[in-house]
Every structure is written in structure tokens, then in C-alpha cells.
């Protein structure tokens, strides 16, 4: 059974700083890519961030220069470091975990976690 735990949302003042990490179960996490998706307020659910089985890395626009993704293979962890936070940035954030070519599964998401920017 696939399992993706989000952890480390939070309320934080803009310009502030918060680490997002998922935990990964179930899966062969190496052969997945990775990504972090939110959804704001009223809006659908966008790509944040991903980071692909070979490490590749992309970042949306809004966030490049201000958030980091990264990946601990050894741990089946993906992290989302977010910095110079934006009241705009308040949104559910979810993780989301998509097979690669060597892989066998189906796309998964986690439960998602509260990020709220706001003084």
C-alpha cells in the first residue's frame, strides 16, 4: 500500500521561512519522480516543484530563486524548503509521486498540509 505522510506546515509571517517533508512508503522511491503540488484558496491544484528519478529539477516560475526541492533516496523522503514566503504562497501543499520508466504503479498523493503566510 503506497503511503505519502506530508509534514511541516505551519502559519509563518511573510518573508519567513518553512521545510515541507513527505515520506514515502510502498513504493520503489528511487525509480519515482517526485513533486510538490498546492492548491490555494478557490484555485486548482498547480505543480510547485519536482524532482525526477535522475535528479533532475523543475520549479514553477512564482517560486524559482525562493523555494528548494530535494530528495533523500536513502530515507524515501522528499523535501520543499520554502523561503521568502508570500501571502500568496498560502495554499494546501501536496506531495505527489509519479513512476518512472523502471517503475510499476499508479500516480499518488499525499493527504496534503496547511502553509498559511500571513502577518
Known amino acids: 500500500q503506497v503511503q505519502l505522510v506530508e509534514s511541516g506546515g505551519g502559519l509563518v509571517q511573510p518573508g519567513g521561512s518553512l521545510g515541507l517533508s513527505c515520506a514515502a512508503s510502498?513504493?520503489?522511491?528511487?525509480?519515482?519522480?517526485m513533486g510538490w503540488y498546492r492548491q490555494p484558496p478557490g484555485k486548482q491544484r498547480e505543480l510547485v516543484a519536482s524532482i525526477n528519478y535522475g535528479g533532475s529539477i523543475y520549479y514553477a516560475d512564482s517560486v524559482k530563486g525562493r523555494f528548494t526541492i530535494s530528495r533523500d533516496n536513502a530515507k524515501n523522503t522528499v523535501y520543499l524548503r520554502m523561503s521568502g514566503l508570500k501571502p500568496e504562497d498560502t495554499a494546501v501543499y501536496y506531495c505527489?509521486?509519479?513512476?518512472?520508466?523502471?517503475?510499476?504503479?499508479?500516480?499518488?498523493w499525499g493527504q496534503g498540509t496547511q502553509v498559511t503566510v500571513s502577518s
Open positions: 505527489n509521486a509519479r513512476p518512472g520508466p523502471r517503475a510499476v504503479g499508479a500516480v499518488s
Open positions: 510502498g513504493i520503489a522511491f528511487s525509480f519515482y519522480s
